[in-house]
């Protein structure tokens, strides 16, 4: 198989001095525990209540996302009553917005009983195309419980949640004590999933049929660190901070096929 030309086309590497927050030029928050967005808990029954205060630049090139027990007289008040945990959930909605690509991000992932990290990709059609019809890709997710286990996978129509199309990749190494590199390469009708360079899962419309394919549109990008939930379960009760630290997210075209859509 050729190796295909890789060109960069959007970047983000967090080399600004520490403490500063991430980009408004493209990136939004979203915030709060989903209430707001008619889906308590995210869907998912997931404990955090979403801050602009849990993500800086460490000063050292990495944005982190910090997920914090709440002191008991400083809980928000929440879907399931006071809120356990703050955290933070990013996203580049109706600001930049990509169509296929080669997205790679090195990332620490926190280890932990009930940690939740993410980097994912979801239809800009979801205002009115309801999710999971708008497509998502799941470039990275894991669980803190789970030292060597990568998930990539994809969420559309009739394959969600647990029936989604995906794969548990058992790394060689643990997640949780260094850097690595995932990245997803997203062509029309396929997409590939890496870790640390070597592909280990491909998706395809052929292999999805006869269920729909709904990635051949525009997606934008999204990292938070959620706590508990539907994929996790139950949080460590020892455990009280977690985080998520990113040094760099780029994307390429391949062979010129990819785009960035900017929105402002």
């Given amino acids: 198989m050729t190796k295909p030309e890789l060109s960069l086309i959007w970047e983000q590497d967090f080399n600004e001095p520490s403490g500063t927050l991430p980009n408004p030029k493209f990136w939004n928050f979203n915030l709060g525990d989903g ?56 996203t580049t909605l109706n600001k930049v917005h990509f169509k296929y690509g080669r997205f790679e991000a090195r990332l620490k992932l926190p280890s932990g009983l009930g940690t939740w990290p ?13 999710w999971p019809k708008c497509g998502e890709i799941d470039i990275v997710e894991s669980r803190g419980d789970q030292p060597t286990s990568v998930y990539g996978t994809l969420h559309g129509p009739g394959y969600f949640g647990d029936k989604g199309k995906g794969l548990v990749f058992e790394a060689p190494d643990q997640l949780f004590d260094e850097y690595h590199e995932f990245a997803i390469e997203w062509l029309p009708n396929e997409i590939r999933w890496f870790y640390d360079g070597v592909m280990y899962h491909k998706n395809t419309a052929s292999e999805i049929a006869p269920l729909e394919w709904v990635y051949n549109h525009d997606f934008y990008l999204i990292t938070n660190l959620a706590m508990g939930g539907n994929f996790t379960g139950a949080i ?18 391949i062979d010129g096929v990819g785009e960035v859509i900017h929105q402002n």
């Fill in 118 to 130: 993410a980097l994912w990709l979801l239809g800009t059609d979801i205002e009115t195309v309801p």
């Fill in 236 to 253: 460590d009760p020892e455990l009280n901070h977690a985080e998520l630290a990113i040094d760099y997210i780029k994307v390429f075209s």
């Fill in 35 to 90: 209430s707001e967005y008619g889906i308590p808990g995210w869907g998912n029954q997931e404990r955090e209540f979403y801050t602009d205060k849990n993500v800086a630049t460490d000063g050292s090139g990495n944005l982190v996302i910090s997920a914090d027990r709440y002191p008991l007289d400083e809980q928000p008040d929440s879907y399931y009553g006071k809120a356990e945990w703050s955290s933070a959930k990013l």
